[in-house]
Structures are given as structure tokens and as C-alpha cells.
Nanobody, 124 residues
């Protein structure tokens, strides 16, 4: 399994960014795919995942109301639209995938595959 992530960058507070993740190299009926992040000096934390178990999304409180995860089946790509960004959103963002039926936001140690991180910096 490979996860190709892109879309990081620098933005001012209140701005928006969209991250993309394209998975490849597998055929699975059930999995969860989404985003985790690690800020300087902090542990990696889950942001939001999309689950094929129930076609639902599961997100952290920090993402609710500002971040939206979506999946384009035709492009086989998952997006994380991040709006109203705050300085505390600054982190390296990772795309990750967990195999199996998932109906929650997994902890990072529960994910099976990881993409390379992409830096998101929110600063004035």
C-alpha cells in the first residue's frame, strides 16, 4: 500500500488549504483512510478519517466545523479541506490507512500504512 499525499503549505490565520491523498497498491472492501498531524513537541493525533465500512467520517473535536474530509471515487483520492485555519493547526500532516471495518477515529498506533508527511504552517 502506498499513500501519496500533497497540498501542504503556508497560509495566514483564517485561510484555507486542501490536502490530497491518493492510495494505491491494494484492493480492500473495508478500510479507513484519513489524516493525522504532529505539531512540534507534541504527539501525533488523529484529525479525520473516512470509513468505507459505513461511508461515514470520524473526526477530532479540533476539526469539527472547520475541516471537511471527502473522497472522490473516480479519482481515488481523499481530500481534507481545511478552512478557518489557526496557528495551532501548524503541524506535519500525514495520510494514513487502517485495514478493516472502522467506525471511529483510530489512534495513530492503530493505523496500518502511512504516507509521507506534508507541512502545514499557519502564521501571520
Amino acid at each position: 500500500v502506498q499513500l501519496q499525499a500533497s497540498g501542504g503549505g503556508s497560509v495566514q490565520p483564517g485561510g484555507s488549504l486542501r490536502l490530497s491523498c491518493t492510495p494505491s497498491g491494494f484492493t480492500l472492501d473495508y478500510y479507513a483512510i484519513g489524516w493525522f498531524r504532529q505539531a512540534p513537541g507534541k504527539e501525533r493525533e488523529g484529525v479525520s478519517v473516512f470509513s468505507t465500512t459505513d461511508d461515514n467520517t470520524y473526526e477530532a473535536d479540533s476539526a469539527k466545523g472547520r475541516f471537511t474530509i471527502s473522497r472522490d471515487v473516480a479519482k481515488n483520492t481523499v481530500y481534507l479541506q481545511m478552512d478557518r485555519l489557526k496557528p495551532e493547526d501548524t503541524a506535519v500532516y500525514y495520510c494514513a490507512l487502517k485495514v478493516g471495518r472502522v467506525r471511529y477515529l483510530p489512534a495513530d498506533y492503530g493505523m496500518d500504512f502511512w504516507g509521507k508527511g506534508t507541512q502545514v504552517t499557519v502564521s501571520s
